[in-house]
């Protein structure tokens, strides 16, 4: 599994369905998401793709508590030593190797297909993880230059959409909406209306890349693309 480059220093790497994200800089590796139970293979391969060491990965900022998310965060930071970073709501589901509360499906036909076929079939559990530092809304963590974490209820209780300044302003996403057939919310929600609301203020933000977890990343412009989607 090789790392593609998104911007100067943000490389997607690819594991099963779901994206994780690599902020690369000479002094550390920061990654964004895990991946499902098992990635850390995927992500093994990657960082070295780029002339680098797993042992490298300093930190892992955790968008939230599903197994496609947080299912690997175990694996990780016992094979790097990385501190992980997350908001206390869903760290504690992570502690317990739980991945979903109860949740509703978004609108549409092929929301629900979705979640027939593939979420309801998924394991709801995977191996408990340690979680170093739980994340207030609005933090900026020490990490990479600052990433400042900014809580976006809806899609679980505890969700962060991570907020990077370099390279003209970086948006990690995490499932607050996807972009795998144009863009459009998560297919579940603990809270709809919420999620939604949450995704609206995010086009206050100053960023020209918005990262997401399942789709494509939208490269230049990604602050106007939201608000003009959602606002
Ligand atoms: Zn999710
Ligand atoms: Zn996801």
């Known amino acids: 599994m090789s790392a593609q480059q998104v911007t100067e220093h943000v490389y997607l790497i690819q594991s099963e369905d779901v994206n994780v994200y690599l902020i690369v800089q000479p002094e550390s ?12 293979a995927d992500i093994d391969e990657a ?5 680098r060491s797993p ?11 599903h197994l496609d998310h947080a299912g690997a965060l175990a694996e990780i930071t016992r094979a ?18 739980e991945s979903f509360r109860p949740y509703e499906v978004a609108p549409g036909p092929e929301n ?17 993880a340690v979680v170093d530092h739980e994340v207030a809304a609005g933090e900026v963590i020490p990490v990479a230059g600052g990433i400042q974490a900014i809580w976006t209820p809806g899609h679980t209780l505890g969700h962060l959409v991570f907020f990077w300044p ?5 948006l990690f996403l995490g499932d607050v909406a996807k972009n795998v057939h144009g863009l459009v919310p998560s297919p579940i929600y603990e809270d709809l209306s919420r999620g939604l609301e949450s995704l609206r203020e995010l086009g206050n933000y100053h960023f020209e890349t918005a990262c997401f977890a399942h789709g494509a990343p939208i490269i230049g412009g990604a602050a106007e693309v939201l608000k003009k989607r959602w606002q």
């Open 112 to 128: 629900q297909a979705f979640v027939d076929e593939v979420i309801s079939q998924a394991p709801t559990t995977f191996e408990p």
């Open 80 to 97: 790097t030593g990385a501190s992980a970073w997350m908001h206390g709501c869903d760290a504690e589901m992570v502690r317990a190797g």
């Open 29 to 40: 590796l920061t990654l964004v998401d895990t991946g499902f139970p098992g990635a850390m």
């Open 166 to 170: 370099g390279d003209g302003g970086v």
């Open 55 to 65: 042992g490298d990965i300093g930190d892992v900022l955790v968008t939230h508590c």
């Open 47 to 51: 960082v070295r793709s780029l002339g």
